[in-house]
C-alpha cells in the first residue's frame, strides 16, 4: 500500500495539494497539504507532501495475512485523532506551538473539545486522542503559563494583522465577570456586581478587547470588585505600550464613560466612541436633542460637550421598543399611586413622607428620549453614520463573551490560587481566539465545526498475535476539506 501526491485544480483555478491512498482505484485522503496559487507555492507544497509522507510510515494492514481468524482481534474502541491534529494545525498557524510547552497547547485543544477542569482534561486527552500528561507536568506548567500572556497576546496581534487587516484603528473593549465555585474570598477573588447573577460568590473582572471582527487580541485580570470604568486605562495603556502604538481608537458602552478616563485618553493621543446615558443628560442638553433632532427614522445630530461631541440618532425601531418599555413603568407606577406599600418601588413614582404620586416630569422627559441614542466620541473628521455603524460593532465582543462562557465553559473556575488563575484564563483566552477564527472564517459556529470533526474517528483493532494495533480511520467528508482549505487561508 503506498501513498502519493495527488495535485488537482479547484473552482478557483488553484491547485490541491494531498497525499493519497487509493483503495479500490479510488483515492482516500490521508492529509490535505493546502492549496497553491502560484508555481512556487505549488512547489513548496509537493515537498511538504513529500515530507509528511517520509515521516508518516505506512500503517499496517488490516489484516495481517490473507486468512486470519477474527477470534485473533479484538476491538479497543475509538479516538477523536483527526479532531486533535485539526485543532494542532490551528495552534501551529497561530504558532503556539512556538511557546515549547506541549501540554498548554493540548489543555487549549481539550478546551475547545470539550471543557472540563485540568485533571479532567487529562484523562479526555488519553481517552480521546492517546496523549498522555502527568499530573505533576500539569501543576509545574501552570506555574509558567502566567509568564507566556505577552507572547501569546503578540502572536494574536499578529494574526489579526495577517488574516483580517488589523490595524490599530478601532478596538473594541467590554468588561464581563466569571464567578468560583466557592464563597471564600480573597485580594482577588472578591464578590462584586456580577453579570452572571451570582452576586453572593466571589469573582474576577476579565477586561477584553477584540477586532471589529470579534478576534480577541488582549485582555486583563482584575479583581471581583473592580468597577468597570477602572478597568478601562489600564488594559488600553497596557495593549498600547506593549505593541508600541501611537494612535488608537477605542469602542467601548456608557460604562466605561467618565470625565477622567476621557481626560487621560486625550492625553495618550487616543480617540474613542463611548455610549452615552441620556438619561443622565442635563435638561439643557435635553431641550437642545429635542429640538435639533427630527424624528425620522435614521436622522443624526451632532452637539459638542466636555465629554466630546454627542452624536444623536433616532431609530424608530428603537422608538417602539422604549415607548413599550415606557408604558410597562407607567402601569407599575399607577398601580402603586393606588396600592402605596404593596409593590416595589416603580421607576415613575414621586414619594413624600405623607403622598405617593407619579412623577410627571420624569415621564415628560422620557418621552422626548423615546428612539433616542447617543454616543460620545472626540473623532472630529469620522461622519455620524460611520461613528454609529462603529459602535454598533460592540455586538461581536459580547459574542466572544458568550462563546467563551458557553462553548469553553470559563466559569464557574475552581482554581484557588492567583496563579492558576491567570493560568486558566491564558488557556481560555487562547482557545477563544481559535474558535473565534474558525467561526469568522466558516461563517459557522465552532460547535458545528466540532461535530463533523467528531464524525471522522479512529477505530483500535489489537491483534492478538502479533501484538500490534491496527488503525482504521472513517473517511473525511468533504465538508472538512473544504473547512480546512477555509481556515488555512
Known sequence: MSYSIRVDRTDTEAYRVQVVRYANRKPVVLKHIGTAHTEAELAKLKKSAADWITTHPHQPQLFPSDVINMRDCEYRGFRYTFAHEFLHRMCKRFDFTSLHDHILTDLVIVRIFEPASKLRSLTLLSQYFNITHSESALYRS??????????????????????????????????????????KSDKLRKPGFSKDNKAQQPQIAIGLMVTSEGFPVSYEVFAGNTFEG??????????????????????????????????????????????????????????????TLPREDGATARISTPHGDLVYAYSHKRYIKDLSDMNKHIRKAEGQVQHPGKMKRAKFVSATAHTVSLNDALIARTKKLLGVKGYYTNLIAVSNANIIAHYHSLWNIEQAFRIAKSDLASRPIFHRKEVSIRAHMLICVMALSISKYIEIKTRQSIRSVLDICKSVTDAVIHHRRDGQNIIMRTPIPDTMTTIEEIVSH
Open 230 to 291: 477602572a478597568t478601562f486605562l489600564p488594559s488600553i495603556l497596557a495593549f498600547k505600550s506593549l505593541h508600541n502604538i501611537g494612535t488608537l481608537t477605542i469602542v467601548a458602552d456608557a460604562a466605561m464613560l467618565s470625565f477622567d478616563n476621557i481626560q487621560k485618553l486625550v492625553a495618550h493621543n487616543l480617540t474613542y466612541i463611548v455610549g452615552a446615558r441620556l438619561r443622565n443628560i442635563s435638561s439643557e442638553l435635553l431641550e437642545t436633542i429635542d429640538a
Open 142 to 183: 501552570l506555574r509558567r503559563f502566567p509568564g507566556l500572556k505577552e507572547s501569546v497576546e503578540e502572536k494574536l496581534v499578529a494574526i489579526a494583522k495577517k488574516e483580517f487587516g488589523f490595524d490599530f484603528s478601532f478596538v473594541l473593549y467590554d468588561v464581563t465577570t466569571l464567578y468560583f465555585e466557592t464563597f
